[in-house]
């Protein structure tokens, strides 16, 4: 069975700080791993995604996530943060049916 | 990226009533569509996968009778609450994939309220 990790439901950083959100994935099969951002009351926005190609994978908006697989961990990462960057962050596994299981989620806050 | 349109976007209806969301995929075909759920402030659930043309897988402890889905072409999924309750006011979304495709689009989400 797949399941998604995510350290922290909440996340604070101050504008042009790093942000660094937490995934860690357990899997019986080579994973698919994504990000995805959700605005309120809006669907979801793929970020980046990880299938099995470059273990650095970068993202729309400046984000990008690194594949571990010896800490079955792929955390997102952006060197700066921006306002609007403020959303719920999802972190999902799948295999290749497409089929998703997504994490607790992760709220960013930017403080200006 | 590929487009999944949910409609509507907003419903509100009363008690014991039923309420029936669209997704449809605008450019490629959907050979398999999935809905979620999602309450406030947590995650998105599973509920069910649909295969074009076959009937719905529901996830452990979904009513299948109580959230019918159909998918009857390539391109559109529906998602049919049947009398529903104030529990179920939710947020539902809906995704697509193609075949040899490797992710799922998402549509906008429906906020459904019961009343």
């Known amino acids: 069975a797949q399941s998604v990790t995510q350290l922290g439901s909440h996340v604070s950083v101050s504008e042009g700080a790093l942000v660094l959100l937490r995934c860690n994935y357990s899997s019986s099969v080579p994973p698919y791993l994504f990000w995805y951002v959700q605005y309120p009351n809006q669907g979801l926005q793929l970020l980046l995604k990880y299938t099995s190609a470059a273990t650095l994978v970068k993202g729309i908006n400046g984000f990008e996530a690194e594949f571990k697989k010896s800490e079955t961990s792929f955390h997102l990462t952006k060197p700066s943060a921006h306002m609007s960057d403020a959303a719920e962050y999802f972190c999902?596994?799948?295999?290749?049916?497409?089929?998703?299981?997504f994490g607790s989620g992760t709220r960013l806050l930017v403080r200006p | 990226g590929a487009v999944v349109s949910q409609h509507p976007s907003r419903v509100i209806c009363k008690s014991g009533t039923s309420v029936k969301i669209e997704c449809r995929s605008l450019?490629?075909?959907?050979?398999?569509m999935f809905w979620y759920r999602q309450f406030p402030k947590q995650s998105l659930m599973l509920m069910a996968t649909s295969n074009e043309g076959s009937k719905a897988t529901y996830e452990q402890g979904v009513e299948k009778d109580k959230f019918l889905i159909n998918h009857a072409s390539l391109t559109l999924s529906t998602l049919t609450v049947t009398s529903a309750h104030p529990e179920d006011s939710s947020f539902y979304i809906c995704s697509a994939s193609s075949q040899g495709g490797t992710e799922a689009f998402f549509g906008q989400g429906t906020r459904l309220t019961v009343v």
């Open positions: 450019d490629f075909q959907a050979t398999t």
């Open positions: 999902a596994v799948s295999d290749s049916s497409y089929k998703l299981i």
